[in-house]
């Protein structure tokens, strides 16, 4: 019996189907390899792990180990371990690290295979140790059913012969025991053990007949099991009336799952619970970054209340799953929705949606104290629609007050899919001067990349595709772990939840003052891109846009 | 000529008797070994269901999983000697076979081989397809976490036929000897008697075979429920019946018994010697050896039953005789229900009680090994608890279990005559 099933009520399901926006399940929204930019302890480190589309299954992953003694032939001193710690097992569930073997001529790299076991919210603590010391770094790893494999059809012509000789086999067996098997050595079988053999073999052949008719029926059964499992963001419905003179978009998750065994509450990401992406289609053209808050139903308890029973009932609402935003100045048509959430286990994710805006209307009303939206760190950019001019595509874009982003695109090696590169934009001024950046949500930048048919979406930052929070919780549940399992200094309280001060989070003093951002990717399949560049200088938020067609590798 | 004695004399001094029944008419005439490829049908045998339980035992404790695995090879490799002996004795046989040896073999295909190699190389060919089939359902579906898997059951009916091959050869070397005959030289009993032990053995392991097919089904904790005594009477009774009325021994059923929990403790005993790490997240159970399977099903009580029910229907006069000896379909129906019910009483008698003790204190120890559990077992009390959700033992499921004891036991009493006549 499906535990899904069990768990939706048919009404629920109808009624599901019903509400509003069409959903789209696109898992993990497409680009399931995670990016690593930051430190082991003393080692600076760039971590590629590759999780498996099937679990249980094998994530590979990659170490480059960027300190000055590694590179150097015959000093391999430097030691680099992985080990897979599923968020709710810590490390003590966690098996010993396995050593990353260093890749032939690719000094400074290594590699490891992990098995993981459950989808689930793992971190694979990468160990370096060396001349410098030792360091440990957490990865976040968000593991999910994504496919099911095809059977190649040599295989499958290869095993059905098989097969037909096994059935063939045994039926014959069947035969020659009945006819001969009791017979005095010697003896010549008689007419009537042949007839009692044929009779046997007929029997055989539709008994077997039937055991596989079942097999296959059992088997189909194991597949539907499977492809259910098979991960699916929950399900969002969207809700999009007026309020005033602005439109308020309400994000529900109607899902069962929510709630359910695997969930857990989500936490604030570099500061906001959600990262809300709005992309029209088909041109990707209006593009804009918003930060819903919990909301309740209308219509039930106090939709928003203020003050201190505030706080508390926007953690039930975040709780229940609902959440809205006060959209901004957004030109007519559908949109495309991504809301990056991570949970409390770590577990980050994309949902998607789709909602369709009307025209615009009045203009949005003033700043009002009480909203807590238009949140000053929401961002909207309309650009000219997604377009490919071969064979020079546009590297600058321009932002406002006269400032350029310019795309620090190499010519060599060529940008593919399936090849590691590393994003570099700079900001300049209209004399080419770097203009300085600030943090923006604690990030020196935020990158946004969709393919035009919107099944390829990622958010990402110069630290890679991880979620820093997931980052911190998964490190600091492991350190209140050790806490727990160390002995206790006296005085010495309970480990507190960890939290992420968004302050905390690594600014690269370099880039900061030369206006040069970048980001670590890897365009998982050939395609038509936008990426949107998202930095913060002198208090205003700056979104530079760029479009790429890459090809197949080779 | 319908009979071929050629070399027999020579082979033996026993004389066949006129009334002697049909299997026991010819000596040894094979001379007066056992013969290798039994030998190595047994060995290769032996080499697979003890790598069965290891494997299960790696997966258990250590987790990580490739084709590579050295149980995995033990378990092919037994195979495979299973499959390459037989299949030499199909060639040899076949094309440089005398006519004594093609008295006692089987037609297939053109080919002639005893019908225990033609088993047990039907057998090695399903355990080979089973390897890539199984490895593409691990890409496909992932690293299997349950045992019962369509790739698996290729494996366990190939594992089957091959340990069925040994079997069919053992017991047709024994029923070509006239065990007890009067005339027998004692090189012969011995030989006689050498076979028997060895058709005994090969039945004890076709037993532990099963019972490790069911092996995540027949906990203590399942033992207070339905589906343990389900499994127990469907599966049991079959073996242990029908390797009995092919057997030669006093007491068939109880060595058959006796063999298959010796197995099982041996590796009970054994494997948790070997030091193992998990290294597999999530580990909720830290374990640092070997994970032993749990103390075996206590067969050997309701064996001891089936062997003397089954004298007594051997035994000329009595009810039960009257019940066997008629070889009316009717007749047999009643032994299968004496002998269903005895089974299912004395196994529900012998592991509701035993249960208890495998969950009591007195059992967390090295001897019951009810403390051992797998690296992905959460701790908690449900370890020591009965697990009888939805598995209540109510008068359906003692219903249940009797009728399948019964038909079990009577499929038994068919297998197990006609094994006792099997002589190619």
């Known amino acids: ?554 | 000529m319908e009979t071929i004695l050629d070399g027999a004399a020579s082979a033996s001094d026993a004389a066949p008797t006129p009334s002697a029944p049909a299997s026991a008419v010819v000596s040894p005439p094979l001379g007066a070994a056992v013969p290798g490829p039994l030998v190595a049908a047994v060995a290769g045998t032996t080499a697979v269901v003890g790598a069965l339980l290891w494997d299960i035992s790696w997966h258990a404790s250590i987790g990580r999983d490739t084709f590579w695995t050295p149980a995995h090879l033990a378990i092919y490799l037994g195979g495979l000697l299973c499959g390459l002996s037989a299949g030499w004795l199909a060639l040899s046989t076949t094309f440089a076979g005398t006519s004594e040896r093609h008295g006692v073999a089987v037609r297939l295909w053109g080919f002639r081989a005893p019908l225990g190699a033609w088993v047990a190389i039907w057998g090695s060919i399903a355990m080979l397809t089973s390897a890539p089939f199984d490895n593409w359902w691990h890409d496909t579906y992932g690293l299997d976490v349950k045992i019962i898997s369509p790739p698996h059951l290729l494996l366990a009916a190939g594992v089957f036929a091959t340990q069925l091959g040994a079997m069919l050869q053992a017991v047709a070397a024994q029923n070509r000897h006239g065990a007890g005959s009067p005339q027998s030289s004692p090189m012969d009993s011995r030989l006689a008697t050498r076979l028997a032990w060895i058709y005994a053995y090969t039945g004890g392991l076709l037993l532990t075979l099963v019972s490790t097919l069911f092996l995540e089904y027949n906990e203590p904790n399942r033992q207070h429920g339905a589906l343990f005594y389900e499994i127990c009477c469907a599966a049991y009774p079959l073996i242990l019946v029908g390797v009995a009325r092919g057997a030669r021994l006093r007491w068939p059923a109880t060595t058959v018994a006796a063999i298959f929990m010796a197995v099982r403790l041996a590796m009970t005993w054994l494997l948790p010697l070997f030091p193992a790490t998990p290294r597999l997240a999530p580990i909720y159970n830290p374990v640092h050896h070997l994970w032993p399977p749990f103390f075996p099903e206590l067969l050997i009580v309701p064996a001891v039953a089936l062997d003397l029910l089954l004298r007594r229907a051997r035994r000329p006069g009595g009810a039960l005789a009257a019940a066997d000896g008629a070889g009316r379909p009717s007749s047999r129906a009643v032994l299968a229900i004496v002998l269903g019910a005895a089974f299912f009483a004395l196994v529900f008698a012998a592991q509701w009680s035993f249960s208890e003790l495998m969950l009591s204190p007195y059992a967390r120890n090295w001897f019951f090994a009810a403390d051992q559990w797998t690296y992905r077992a959460h701790p908690g009390p449900w370890r020591y608890r009965y697990w009888l959700e939805g598995d209540a033992l109510g008068p359906r499921a003692v219903a249940l279990s009797l009728l399948l004891a019964t038909a079990s036991a009577r499929a038994g009493l068919a297998w197990g005559d006609w094994l006792s006549r099997v002589c190619r």
Not at chain 1, 117 to 137: E, F, H, K, L, Q
């Open chain 1, 1 to 554: 019996m499906n535990p899904v099933r069990l768990l939706v009520p048919p009404r629920l399901l109808k009624a599901l189907a019903l509400l509003g926006a069409v959903l789209v399940c696109w898992g993990h929204v497409g680009s399931p390899n995670v990016f690593y930019e930051g430190a082991a302890g003393p080692y600076p480190v760039h971590i590629v792990v590759r999780p498996p589309a099937v679990i249980p299954g094998v994530a590979e992953i990659a170490v480059r180990v960027r300190a000055p003694g590694v590179r150097a032939p015959g000093r391999g001193r430097v030691r680099v371990t992985a080990q897979p710690v599923q968020w709710d097992a810590g490390p003590e569930g966690a098996p010993p690290a396995d050593v990353a073997q260093p890749v032939r001529g690719e000094p400074g790299l290594f590699a490891a295979s992990l098995w993981m076991m459950t989808a689930n919210s793992y971190d694979i603590r990468v160990g370096v140790s060396g001349p410098a010391g030792r360091g440990t770094v957490t990865v976040p790893v968000s593991t999910t059913a994504s496919r099911r494999l095809e059977m190649r059809s040599g295989m499958a012509v290869a095993l059905l012969a098989l097969a037909a000789l096994l059935f063939a086999g045994v039926v014959s067996l069947v035969g020659a025991g009945v006819r001969e098997s009791v017979l005095a050595p010697g003896v010549l079988p008689r007419a009537r053990d042949r007839r009692r053999a044929r009779l046997a073999m007929a029997t055989t052949a539709a008994v077997l007949a039937v055991l596989l008719t079942a097999g296959k029926s059992w088997w189909a059964r194991i597949d539907a099991a499977y492809r259910q499992r098979l991960y699916q963001p929950y399900h969002v419905v969207t809700r999009l009336q007026p309020d005033g003179p602005q439109q308020v978009l309400r994000l529900i998750v109607a899902d069962p799952r929510w709630h359910g065994p695997d969930w857990t509450p989500v936490v604030p990401d570099h500061g906001k619970l959600i990262h809300l992406f709005l992309i029209r289609t088909p041109g990707l053209d209006a593009f804009a970054h918003l930060h819903p808050l919990p909301a309740e139903e209308p219509g039930s308890r106090g939709e928003r209340t203020g003050g201190e029973s505030g706080s508390r009932g926007e953690e039930d609402a975040a709780t229940a799953g609902i959440f809205r935003v006060g959209l901004p100045r957004l030109p007519a048509g559908v949109y495309r929705l991504y809301a990056d959430i991570t949970q409390e286990s770590g577990f980050a994710e994309t949902l998607t949606a789709t909602v369709t805006l009307p025209p615009l209307q009045q203009p949005p009303a003033p700043f009002d104290p009480q909203r807590p939206d238009p949140d000053p760190d929401d961002s909207v950019r309309v650009a000219a629609p997604v377009a490919w001019r071969p064979p020079n595509e546009a590297t600058v874009s321009p932002l406002d007050g006269g400032l350029t982003m310019t795309w620090l695109r190499p010519v060599a090696p060529r940008l593919i899919a399936g090849r590691e590169a590393s994003l570099r934009f700079a900001v300049r001024t209209p004399d080419g001067r770097p203009v300085p950046l600030e943090p923006y949500m604690g990030m020196l930048g935020h990158a946004v990349i969709c393919r035009d048919d919107g099944r390829i979406f990622i958010h990402l930052h110069p630290q890679g595709t991880i979620s820093m929070t997931a980052q911190a919780l998964l490190a600091g549940r492991a350190k209140s772990l050790e806490a727990r399992t160390a002995p206790k200094e006296p005085g010495s309280g309970p480990p507190g939840p960890p939290m992420m001060p968004m302050t905390a989070m690594a600014m690269p003093a370099a880039g900061v003052a030369s206006g040069v951002v970048s980001f670590p990717y890897e365009f998982p399949e050939p395609g038509r891109y936008r990426i949107w560049v998202q930095v913060k200088s002198a208090g205003q938020i700056l979104t530079g846009v760029f479009d790429v067609e890459l090809g197949r590798a080779g």
